[in-house]
């Protein structure tokens, strides 16, 4: 997957929204009722390295892979960064993506769970 399909896989799920926060920070998030789930980085030298939120388990699996390293301040929350998402394989890629949005979605309230399903 290249840049422009993940920034599209994200925004596939229900309530997912993009925003770009502009200088200083130069981030394009990916959120699910106000939650982040993954995010971009707009800057030079890290234009379009790519983070998301992982289980402690994968978090030691996945940073001791090439191209993936912890993220910067969000690590102790299990944030990986991915240096060139297209190094990634486009399935796996997909469920490390979803089971961020999951787990922003299971933090909302069930109210806004329904909400955002159209229930």
């Given at each position: 997957?290249?840049?422009?399909?993940?920034?599209?896989?994200?925004?596939?799920?229900?309530?997912?929204?993009?925003?770009?926060?502009?200088?200083?920070?130069?981030?394009?998030?990916?959120?699910?009722?106000?939650?982040?789930?993954?995010?971009f980085k707009t800057s030079k030298p890290?234009?379009?390295?790519?983070?998301?939120?992982?289980?402690?388990?994968?978090?030691?699996?996945?940073?001791?892979?090439?191209?993936?390293?912890?993220?910067?301040?969000?690590?102790?929350?299990?944030?990986?960064?991915?240096?060139?998402?297209?190094?990634?394989?486009?399935?796996?890629?997909?469920?490390?993506?979803?089971?961020?949005?999951?787990?922003?979605?299971?933090?909302?309230?069930?109210?806004?769970?329904?909400?955002?399903?159209?229930?």
């Amino acid at each position: 997957m290249d840049v422009e399909q993940t920034k599209a896989f994200c925004l596939s799920f229900p309530g997912a929204e993009e925003s770009l926060s502009g200088p200083p920070a130069n981030i394009l998030s990916y959120k699910v009722g106000g939650k982040k789930f993954a995010y971009f980085k707009t800057s030079k030298p890290e234009q379009w390295r790519f983070s998301f939120r992982v289980t402690p388990s994968r978090f030691l699996e996945l940073t001791d892979q090439p191209g993936i390293k912890p993220a910067r301040y969000m690590h102790r929350f299990h944030w990986v960064t991915v240096v060139k998402v297209p190094s990634v394989p486009e399935d796996y890629l997909k469920e490390l993506i979803q089971w961020s949005w999951e787990k922003a979605f299971s933090s909302l309230p069930k109210k806004v769970q329904r909400e955002l399903r159209g229930e």
